[in-house]
T-cell receptor, first 112, second 113 residues
Framework: DTEVTQTPKHLVMGMTNKKSLKCEQH?????MYWYKQKAKKPPELMFV???????INESVPSRFSPECPNSSLLNLHLHALQPEDSALYLC???????????FGSGTRLTVV | DQQVKQNSPSLSVQEGRISILNCDYT??????FLWYKKYPAEGPTFLIS?????DKNEDGRFTVFLNKSAKHLSLHIVPSQPGDSAVYFC????????????FGQGTILTVHP
């Protein structure tokens, strides 16, 4: 299995909703990442997990809450988002923090 | 402060010819560079990488060149094919950054049949 699987592919949520994005990989990669990509912009790093521990938080607002329950799973919990948070959220993984990522297809999030 | 720059938003090339995509960086701590290809509604796909100890890396139709003194890298695609049409992102990493990648703005490549 050489894939990173993200669910759901599309999500529409209201500003008072709570939702979660899920990411799964079975390549034995020990580093996992959340990136955010706005239209016509490059991906921007949000969080890095290394060996299931949060190692980088790029000053992301607390309405985004990451969780790494085990070495194969990465979640992003969303609460009280704003319309400007609408974007493509990409999960990626890599072996032990090496930068040769494998990306998932992303979750297209729309906040209304 | 944009540390990785792709100054050409788009490039149009005829099928069979060479495509050259360029990337400049400013952070001298970057020591690993990658190129990703992205289709709409998909995640980026890794194409090729190069370590700062090398000046060239080749994989099939794709070759990446690194000029450390100029802080410049380029991706050559030869021969270009219509299926290569996509957005190409240059990305860079510094050795102590837990694999954090800094991406350029991307270049839209269109290969015409």
């Amino acid at each position: 299995d050489t894939e990173v699987t993200q669910t759901p592919k599309h999500l529409v949520m209201g500003m008072t909703n709570k939702k979660s994005l899920k990411c799964e990989q079975h390549m034995g990669h020990r580093a996992m990442y959340w990136y955010k990509q706005k239209a016509k912009k490059p991906p921007e790093l949000m969080f890095v997990y290394s060996y299931e521990k949060l190692s980088i938080n790029e000053s992301v607002p607390s309405r985004f809450s990451p969780e790494c329950p085990n070495s194969s799973l990465l979640n992003l919990h969303l609460h009280a988002l704003q319309p400007e948070d609408s974007a493509l959220y990409l999960c990626a993984s890599s072996p032990s923090g090496l930068p040769g990522y494998t990306f998932g297809s992303g979750t297209r999030l729309t906040v209304v | 402060d944009q540390q990785v720059k792709q100054n050409s938003p788009s490039l149009s090339v005829q099928e069979g010819r060479i495509s050259i995509l360029n990337c400049d960086y400013t952070n001298s701590m970057f020591d690993y560079f990658l190129w990703y290809k992205k289709y709409p509604a998909e995640g980026p796909t890794f194409l090729i990488s190069i370590s700062s100890i090398k000046d060239k890396n080749e994989d099939g139709r794709f070759t990446v060149f690194l000029n450390k003194s100029a802080k410049h890298l380029s991706l050559h695609i030869v021969p270009s094919q219509p299926g290569d049409s996509a957005v190409y992102f240059c990305a860079a990493s510094a050795g102590t950054s837990y694999g954090k990648l800094t991406f350029g703005q991307g270049t839209i490549l269109t290969v015409h049949p």
